[in-house]
């Protein structure tokens, strides 16, 4: 029985994979001989019967006649058939002429419906499902259907259009969301050299009309505004380009560690004359030559000096140290530090928390983008010996990155 089960089985699939033109000549064909059989059958039967009257009243075939009608009517020696015995003779001569055309009509319905239901209606309504769920803008599902005929194809080739449809939305929402942040890196980078900007202008109102400062007091410090507003021109200028923060550029350069340090105390300067917290710089670097991209670290300062500004109760702290072939930025506040959720979750794009409107992921996330171009990272943690947090960011300053 295991063999026949087996064959059956294969017969089943080979029927299944038929190309659908020759699975309905084969169910018609089919159809046909199921005809055939049932006419035969019946005619044989309905013979039968005739016969059985025929004998049971000792009729001399040779006698009948066909009437008007068509029929064939019997007479004997007593005279004819009775009425009933005739009705019935006529009735099983109809069913035998009628049979052929009957038998034909339903076999082809019947065999229609099943190669419908077998071939054609579970398609359907895969297709019907998946065309629904694309119009409700739902692709998280696939289109299968066991079998190797034209319905198949074509399910596979609508499971290849859900998946591009599914590529292509995966896609946009992507553009979207690198747009997004894209914008939110532009909005959040601008904040501190626009902030230094205003320290230096504020300053210069201030002192200038007073003939306080001196000549070189003011050239430094004009230079100073005028590096911020280069720094605002290229960033701008490279945004204008970029699809998404990772294709920001990064150009390292060599530079004196004292030059940078130099950048760093004037954006320092800068900041405390905007009084919004007190901003202390130490400086540990050793004096040497660093493989850097300056705009990218300042970027990054930048980011982590925004956050800590506004977490900060009084007092921020940077510090900038070398070791080995890793320059370290460390940034300190004193506000009430990273809470639980926070130190999990800080470094995700949009995440914040209390009432602050702005997002704390965006420096951070952000500054790990720009530190890994420059072969480092970004961690963060809160202080041991009290309250504040401290972020670290660090950057491979030789050339073999």
Known sequence: MDWVDEK???????????????????????????ALLLSFATTQVCERWMDILVERNALDTDS??????????????????????????????????????????????????????????????????AVDRIGRKDLDFTVSYASEDEMGRLCASFEEMRKSLEENQKEMWKLVEDQKQLNAAFAHDLRTPLTVIRGYSDFLVRYLPKGTISQEKLKDT??????????????????????????IPFHPVRKKSSEIAARILGMVDALNMAKEVRICYRNQMKDQKLYLDEDLF??????????????????????????????????????????????????????SEGTKEEHFGIGLNLSAILCRKHGGDVSYTNCISGNGAVVSASFRIRKEI
């Open 8 to 34: 059956m089985e294969t017969f089943r699939i080979w029927i299944r994979n038929l190309p659908i033109k020759k699975a309905l000549i084969a169910y018609l064909c089919i159809a046909a001989v199921a």
């Open 64 to 129: 009948m006649y066909a009437s008007d009608g068509g029929h064939y009517v019997y007479y004997h020696e007593k005279g004819k058939l009775s009425a009933w015995e005739q009705t019935g003779m006529i009735f099983l001569q109809e069913i035998s002429k009628w049979c052929p055309f009957v038998y034909t009509v339903i076999t082809m319905l019947v065999f229609a419906s099943f190669f419908y239901r077998k071939r054609l209606k579970k398609p359907f309504a895969i297709l019907e499902g």
């Open 222 to 247: 004009l230079g100073l505004l005028a590096e911020q507003c280069g720094r605002l021109e290229r960033f701008s200028g490279t945004m204008k380009s970029l699809r998404s923060v990772e294709e």
């Open 298 to 351: 300042l970027e990054v300062l930048d980011n982590l000096l925004s956050n800590a500004n506004r977490y900060a109760e009084s007092h921020v702290e940077i510090l900038t140290e070398t070791e080995g072939d890793i320059l370290y930025l460390f940034v300190s506040d004193d506000g009430l530090g990273f809470s639980e959720d926070a130190l999990l979750n800080a470094s995700h794009l949009y995440f």
